[in-house]
């Protein structure tokens, strides 16, 4: 088969496009036939050679995709050759065919193309996971969305919606927060030209977000703790602004606020099955309802894995950024 390969840690040209084994499913695993697969940061992060796959993952890049099972491993029921699916991953996506244990699968919704499924699976089991399994999002409360206008945002923002929370957003240009505001965001603030804890203060009648969910890390700490209200929840996932900041613990003390920071990928597969098993509960039936959507920006041909990376890096796109198998 084919795959994405990173010869050496670099920039987006170092992302090679060659003939590599085909995988072979394992016990409790399938094979499928990829149809798309989706950019992630931990992507761009693997390539220049900061994120390396967990142990006994596969080395190509790619954590989800969509596409047809090719082929059932020992011991595997409940699916079909055929049928088709997408899937949660540790790697390997960026290749025309690729193995998943059967707890990280998942069927294509109804309503969705094969090729959008590829959109969902990484999305949806972090902000499910983090806004509702581990801050316990309610109804009627406030939720701000570092990057509204990123894969997770978009879909932060419809999920939170959809359980009846109000959302609070940020992003970097008019354009991307209209898009926000069309997927039902309440509050739009310019990270750029204004001072998210004050516009949220002024939003909330000073009292703040009950759940945050964000992506920058080290740089918006202490803010982020500010804009907590009293037993609001701070869920870290993204480490764009830095790895070290300042945590003022009274202020912490002071909201009986907690902060948590979590990663999907490394992740034992057991709570990963739990995760994929709740989100198919809980997701699927609202993407299905049409009350939420994959957002994608635009789709690659896979071997052009190079100009999608570049394409995220520049920071333009709102939603997902796709490639896809021909």
Same mark, same amino acid.
């Given at each position: ?38 950019? /992630? ?52 996506? +960026? ?95 310019? +990270? ?27 740089? +918006?700490?202490?803010? /982020? ?52 098993? #709740? ?9 299905? #309802? ?37």
């Amino acid at each position: 088969m084919k795959a994405i390969t990173i010869p050496q840690p670099g920039g987006p040209d170092v992302l090679t496009w060659t003939t590599v084994p085909d995988p072979e499913p394992g016990p409790g695993e399938v094979l499928v036939d990829v149809a798309a697969s989706a950019v /992630n940061r931990a992507d761009l992060l693997q390539r220049q050679g900061h994120y390396d796959p967990p142990p006994g993952a596969s080395q190509y890049p790619g954590l989800e995709c969509s596409g047809r099972v090719a082929a059932l491993g020992p011991g595997v029921s409940g699916w079909e050759v055929g049928s088709p699916v997408c899937a949660l991953l540790a790697g390997g996506g +960026y290749a025309e065919r690729v193995v998943v244990p059967t707890g990280q699968l998942l069927p294509v919704p109804e309503g969705v193309s094969l090729r959008d499924a590829a959109a969902l699976p990484e999305v949806t089991a972090t902000v499910w996971s983090n806004l509702f399994m581990i801050s316990h999002l309610r109804p009627g409360e406030t939720v701000l969305i570092h990057g509204g206008a990123s894969g997770i945002g978009t879909m932060a923002i419809q999920l939170a919606k959809a359980v009846g929370a109000k959302v609070a957003v940020t992003a970097g240009s008019p354009q991307k927060l209209a898009r926000c505001a069309e997927l039902g965001a309440d509050v739009l603030i310019d +990270y750029r030209q204004q001072d998210f804890v004050e516009e949220l203060r002024k939003a909330t009648d000073g009292d703040g977000a009950d759940v945050i969910l964000d992506i920058v890390g080290a740089k +918006y700490l202490d803010r /982020n703790v500010r804009a907590l209200a009293v037993n609001g929840r701070l869920s870290v996932i993204g480490l764009q602004g830095g790895v070290k900041g300042e945590l003022n613990l009274a202020t912490l003390l002071g909201k009986r606020a907690a902060v948590t920071a979590t990663s999907l990928r490394g992740r034992p597969l057991a709570e990963k099955t739990a995760i994929v098993a #709740a989100v198919r509960e809980h997701v699927w039936p609202l993407v299905e #309802a049409g009350r939420v959507r994959p957002v994608i920006d635009r789709a690659f041909p896979l071997h052009d894995a190079a100009l999608a990376h570049g394409a995220l890096e520049a920071g333009t796109p709102v939603g997902k950024v796709l490639l896809t198998v021909e």
